[in-house]
C-alpha cells in the first residue's frame, strides 16, 4: 500500500497502539444514482493514498478498457465489485470499507442511493456519525437528496456535509454552489442538524476531495478530507447519564458474580451508587473488571464487567443506571418506525420487540400517520408498507426501560421481530413514554373507524391500589386481540366523556372515586370472571 507510517519498519508495536487509540469516525455517503458516489469513495481511497499498487494497476487498465472516463483512471471501478453483486439479486444492504489516515480511523457504510431503499439507509446510518450528501452540481437539491436528508436527521445524524460534485461540469461557478447551498440551508433548518458544511468538489478531477483545488479561488473552506479528519465527534456521546444494559451475567464460581454488557452511555467508577432496572435494587460498584485487568473508570461503549458490593438480584436484559438519572418505563410509547419487509405493518398484529437487549411481545396499538419522506409531510395511514416510516404508539406486554433515541441512540431504539420467522422487519426511535392523557382525547366517528374498525375498545378505570388487579385485565384483553386502556381514579371524571365518544366500555377496578353512568364494575379478585361476563353479555367478540 502506498500510504504508511515510518514507524511500520522501525517499531511495529508503536504503531499498533498509535493506530487503536485514533478516533473512529463512522460515516455514510448517500446520493442519487449517478450523482459520483462510488467515484467519491475511489477519489477519497486513492488520494489518501489507501490503494495496493496492484489494484492501482488493475483498474487503470480497466478504465481504458470501459472508457467512460477518457484518459482518466475510473475510480468508480474500485468499488463496482459490489454493484455487480446487486444486480445479480445478491442482498448486500450496506457495504462497509475501512481506512484510516494518519488522523483517524474510519468506516464507511455505503449504502444504494435508489428509491426503494430507505431500509438500508436506515441500517447503514444507525451508527454513522457524519453523512456525506452528495448533490450533482448539474442538478441541485432533488427529491433524493431531502429524503436522505430527512432519514440522516430521524436517525440522529447531527453531522452533514452537502457535497456539491461535478463542479468541473458548471465551470465550477461559484453562483451555482452558493444557489445550491442556499436551496440545502432552507429546506433543512428544521431537521436539526448540529453542523453543515458545503465543499464544492469535482471527485473525478479530486478537486476540494482531499487535496485543495486551484480551481475554487473563491472557495476558503475545508476540503472534505478535512472535515472527515477534524469534525469533533466526543461532544455527541453521552457521558452524563450512566445506563449499562446487562447481557450477560457471569457466575463462573459462588465467589464471583459479575454483569457484563457494554457502557451505553456515561461514566462509571468503583464506589458509584447504582440502580438496577426493572426491580429498583440498589448497590454500589466493587469493581471493573476487564480482560486487561481492573479499571478506575469506564466510559461509553467500553464492554466491561462490572461486580457489585451487594447481592442483588440482576439478569440479562435488566439495566443498571444511575440513581439520580432514571431512564422512562413503561409498557406503551410512541416511536418513529421504519418498516423493513414486504408484508405491511398491521396496527394490532402482534410482534416482538426487542428494545436494548430486552424482548417483549406487543402491538403496534395505533399509527398516527406515515411521513412522505420526500416532502416530509404526514400523511394518514392504515398500514405501513416497505420502506414507509410512520409515528406509532406502542403497547409491549410487559414494561420496558428506554430513553428517547433524541437523548441515546442505543437505549432509546428498538427492533421489530416476527414472532413466526424470527425476522427483523421494522426498527424504530422511541420519542416518549404514553400516559394515559395521551389517550384522553376526543375520538371522532370516523377516526374510531379508522383506528379500531369494528374491534371494540374497553377502558379500564382503576382505582390506587389496584394497579396489579387492572393489568391482569388488561393483559387477558390484549391477549384476546381488544385494545384497551387503563386509565387511573384521577382521571375518571375527565376521562368519562372521551370514553363515551370512542363507545368504548369502561371496567371498574377498585372504587375510582367516581361513578360513572356506565361501565361493569368488577369482581375485585377475579379478572377471568369480568373478561368472560364481557364475553357472555356480547360486549367482547
Ligand atoms: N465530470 C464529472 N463526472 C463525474 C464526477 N464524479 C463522478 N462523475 C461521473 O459520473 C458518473 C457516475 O459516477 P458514479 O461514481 O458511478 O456514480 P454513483 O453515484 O456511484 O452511481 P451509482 O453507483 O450507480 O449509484 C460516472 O460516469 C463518473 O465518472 C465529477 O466530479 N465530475
Known amino acids: 500500500m502506498s500510504h504508511q507510517s515510518e514507524l511500520i519498519a522501525s517499531d511495529i508495536h508503536s504503531y499498533l497502539k498509535q493506530h487503536e ?3 473512529l469516525l463512522r460515516f455514510l455517503t448517500c446520493g442519487s444514482v449517478d450523482d459520483g458516489k462510488s467515484t467519491l469513495i475511489g477519489r477519497l481511497l486513492h488520494d489518501s ?4 499498487e496492484d489494484q492501482l494497476a488493475a483498474i487503470e487498465s480497466d478504465s481504458k478498457k470501459s472508457g467512460t472516463t477518457g484518459e482518466k483512471i475510473d475510480l468508480a471501478l474500485l468499488v463496482d465489485g459490489l454493484q455487480a453483486e446487486r444486480e445479480q439479486g445478491i442482498t448486500i444492504d450496506v457495504a462497509y470499507r475501512y481506512f484510516s489516515t494518519a488522523k483517524r480511523k474510519f468506516i464507511i457504510a455505503d449504502t444504494p442511493g435508489h428509491e426503494q431503499y430507505t431500509r438500508n439507509m436506515a441500517t447503514g446510518a444507525s451508527t454513522c456519525d457524519l453523512a456525506i450528501i452528495l448533490i450533482d452540481a448539474r442538478h441541485g437539491v432533488q427529491t433524493q437528496t431531502r429524503r436522505h436528508s430527512f432519514i440522516a436527521s430521524l436517525l440522529g445524524i447531527r453531522h452533514i456535509v452537502v ?6 461540469l458548471v465551470a465550477f461557478d461559484e453562483h451555482r454552489f452558493n444557489d445550491i447551498r442556499t ?3 432552507n429546506f433543512s433548518e428544521h431537521l436539526g442538524f448540529g453542523d453543515v458544511t458545503f465543499v464544492p468538489m469535482s471527485a473525478l478531477e479530486g478537486d476540494n476531495v482531499v487535496n485543495a483545488s486551484t480551481q475554487t479561488p473563491w472557495y476558503q473552506g475545508p476540503t472534505l478530507m478535512n472535515v472527515l479528519e477534524n469534525v469533533s465527534i466526543a461532544r455527541d456521546v453521552d457521558v452524563t447519564r450512566f445506563r449499562f444494559p446487562v447481557q450477560y451475567v457471569n457466575r463462573p464460581d459462588l465467589n464471583f458474580r459479575g454483569f457484563c454488557g457494554t457502557i451505553a452511555a456515561g461514566v462509571v467508577r468503583p464506589g458509584d451508587p447504582i440502580l438496577a432496572l426493572p426491580s429498583g435494587r440498589t448497590s454500589t460498584v466493587k469493581s471493573i473488571v476487564t480482560y ?7 466510559f461509553v461503549n467500553q464492554a466491561v464487567t462490572l461486580t457489585l458490593n451487594d447481592e442483588i438480584d440482576i439478569s440479562r436484559g435488566d439495566m443498571l443506571v444511575h440513581p439520580d438519572q432514571l431512564p422512562q418505563r413503561g409498557r406503551r410509547f410512541v416511536a418513529k418506525m421504519v418498516w423493513m419487509t414486504d408484508a405491511a405493518m398491521t396496527p394490532g398484529k402482534q410482534y416482538d420487540f426487542k428494545v436494548g437487549v430486552n ?11 406515515k411521513i412522505d419522506v420526500n416532502t416530509l409531510a404526514d400523511l394518514p395511514a392504515e398500514q405501513l408498507a416497505l420502506n414507509e416510516i410512520g409515528l406509532c404508539e406502542i403497547t409491549l406486554n410487559k414494561e420496558a426501560v428506554f430513553d428517547s433515541y433524541k437523548q441515546n441512540r442505543w437505549t432509546g431504539s428498538f427492533i421489530v ?18 400516559d394515559g392523557s395521551d389517550r384522553l382525547r376526543p375520538v371522532s366517528d370516523e377516526e374510531r373507524e379508522r383506528r379500531f374498525g369494528q374491534k371494540p375498545i374497553s377502558v379500564i378505570l382503576t382505582a390506587d391500589k389496584h394497579g396489579d388487579l387492572a393489568a391482569q385485565v388488561e393483559r387477558l384483553l390484549f391477549d384476546s386481540g381488544h385494545l384497551s386502556v387503563t386509565v387511573s381514579a384521577a382521571d375518571a371524571l375527565t376521562a368519562a366523556p372521551y370514553i363515551e365518544a370512542a363507545g368504548a366500555i369502561a371496567i371498574i377496578v377498585g372504587n375510582p372515586g367516581t361513578e360513572l353512568p356506565f361501565g361493569i364494575r368488577m369482581d375485585q379478585n377475579d379478572p377471568v370472571a369480568v373478561v368472560e361476563q364481557l364475553l357472555t353479555q356480547g360486549y367482547l367478540r
Request: charged residues 25%; glycine residues 8%.
Open 163 to 168: 457535497a456539491v460534485n461535478k463542479m468541473d
Open 417 to 434: 421481530i416476527d414472532r413466526l420467522t424470527n425476522v427483523t422487519v421494522g426498527a424504530g426511535m422511541i420519542e416518549r413514554v404514553v
Open 183 to 185: 436551496d440545502y440551508l
Open 21 to 23: 487509540n485514533k478516533e
Open 292 to 298: 486487561d485487568g481492573n479499571l478506575q473508570e469506564a
Open 359 to 369: 424482548t417483549s411481545a406487543g402491538v403496534v396499538t395505533h399509527l398516527f400517520n
Open 49 to 52: 493514498k489507501m490503494i495496493y
